[in-house]
């Protein structure tokens, strides 16, 4: 049987001791705990030694119980006080003279013990029902004195105490090694036998020379552990993928403020002030302001009375003091159209990527802060069946092979459309929203081309590409996910 120069050292360390713990067999043996433990496991899969573990409960005082160790549980604090007073004390006045929290602990182990009980809201001491101390009381005594604990004497009393997490418990592994019969053969027979140079690396030299006798023998079939390369968060992934999709359709990306007026957010868009999605419980406002753009007027004629465009607005009276309060953006949008405003002359084929905030309850599909894609194109020839294809294309990019739109309805696009993608296992799943803008919202802008427009809700394609049913798990720092997700979906 071929062994390796450190399970020798084992072995040979073994057959005088026969029995030995970790600590006493690696200073005889000369090796470090790690190393031999590695060779006694080895020797255990040969039948050579025998390794046998043994579980210690260890419980120790936590901070709150070393505390009342020293002055007494809450019931013992309460029942000496109780015992003191010459008058009627109620919980009131226990409140007044202990900690709320306290009092309300005692409470429940005067009557469990019944030490003690509540008559017409009056406490009142169960003469003398208290023994000078309890068995739980003695467990902290011993603890606080020894340090630890190892034996299960009392185990309600020290359950009880686990409970209340006045006591620690932790468990302490013990191992012992045992040389076998035919380990102590073996042994008897390596101590005549002369020292062998194990060769452990495979040279050049060694080929040539062709020692085989001492090569190392490893197990090739043996599992290897697994390593956790580094590698892009699958949802910055799924990000990066649609940015270069974009790029490499010739759209230019833009950037814009996390803050945006209301103007910008809202009123720009045509929608008119006193739309659901602009109350408070939908968007978060800020105490702040901002100044409006020179051409303001236009955008409030348009609201009032559809402005030059022919249209009929939204009637009523437009409100600049609405208009100029800030708001985290809830939509990219704001970013896309403040950049048409000031870049009017076609063409543009612009994109934004970035994070928008929503006062959403947080569910498996809701979450305040997501991510959304938007995209505009504005050009003299462009039209609907255009908007439509460049849908198609990015969503075939992405992989989504099947894709069908239905009509829609926005505030600010006129037709509007929902594309829809199919899913295995789903059906069909809407994937965001697109149209024409409104005359309504290019026209105050002194933009008198068509102007196509589309956004999605990234973490929506996120979850179907990665296979979530909760959407939090895209911002979780669970780094089990991020090493079993795969590079490549």
């Known amino acids: 049987m071929q062994l390796t120069p450190n399970e020798r050292r084992v072995l040979s360390a073994l057959h005088d001791l026969k029995r030995s713990m970790p600590a006493e067999l690696a200073g005889r043996s000369d090796l470090n705990p790690d190393a031999l433990m590695q060779s006694a496991f080895l020797l255990n899969e040969k039948g050579l030694t025998e390794i046998h573990e043994s579980v210690t409960e260890i419980y120790t005082l936590t901070e709150e119980g070393s505390e009342y160790a020293g002055s007494g549980l809450p019931e013992r604090q309460i029942l000496s006080y109780l015992q003191s007073c010459s008058g009627k004390v109620t919980i009131p006045d226990l409140k007044d003279k202990f900690p709320p929290a306290m009092v309300g602990i005692s409470m429940g182990w005067l009557r469990r013990k019944k030490w003690a009980a509540i008559v017409d809201g009056v406490v009142v001491p169960a003469g003398d029902a208290a023994p000078e101390r309890g068995a739980d009381e003695e467990l902290l005594k011993t603890l606080h004195e020894e340090g630890v604990l190892t034996e299960d004497a009392q185990e309600k009393e020290l359950k009880d105490l686990i409970k209340r997490k006045l006591v620690d418990v932790a468990e302490r592994k013990e191992r012992t090694i045992a040389i076998t019969e035919e380990g102590i053969k073996l042994a008897g027979e390596i101590a005549c036998q002369p020292d062998i140079d194990e060769i452990v690396q495979l040279t050049s030299e060694v080929i040539r ?33 649609m940015r270069r999709i974009l790029l490499d359709m010739g759209f230019t990306e833009i950037k814009g403020d996390i803050v945006q007026s209301s103007f910008w957010n809202f009123d720009a868009l045509f929608q ?117 294809g460049y849908l ?13 739109f239905r009509p829609g309805y926005f505030p600010y696009t006129e037709p509007s459309v929902e594309p829809e993608v199919y899913v295995e296992g789903l059906g069909w799943v809407e994937l965001g929203g697109a149209g024409i803008f409104r005359e309504e919202v290019t026209a105050p802008l002194g933009i008198e081309c068509p102007v196509l427009a589309w956004g999605l809700g990234v973490s929506r394609v996120a979850m179907l590409r990665l296979g979530l049913r909760d959407l939090r798990k895209l911002y979780q720092s669970d780094i089990d996910w991020l090493r079993e997700s795969p590079v490549c979906v």
């Open 209 to 241: 020379s062709r020692r085989w006798e001492n090569i190392r023998a490893y197990d090739i079939h043996a599992p290897v552990p697994r390593r956790a390369c580094a590698k892009i968060h699958p949802y910055q992934r799924l990000i990066d993928q």
């Open 272 to 388: 008119p002030q006193d739309h659901p999605a602009r109350e408070m419980q939908d968007t978060f406002y800020l105490d702040s302001e901002a100044e409006l753009p020179e051409f303001y007027g236009k955008v409030r004629d348009v609201h009032e009375f559809g402005g030059d465009t022919g249209s009929t607005g939204w009637g009523g009276r437009w409100s600049k003091e609405l208009a100029r309060k800030e708001v985290l953006r809830t939509h990219t949008t704001a970013i896309t159209i403040k950049h048409l405003a000031d870049n009017p002359d076609p063409p543009k084929k612009a994109f934004c990527i970035d994070r928008v905030y929503r006062r959403e309850a947080i569910d498996p599909t809701h979450t305040p802060e997501f991510e959304q894609l938007e995209g505009v194109v504005m050009d003299p020839g462009v039209s609907f069946a255009n908007l439509l």
């Open 392 to 404: 198609v294309e990015f969503y075939h990019h992405i992989g989504f092979k099947d894709v069908r």
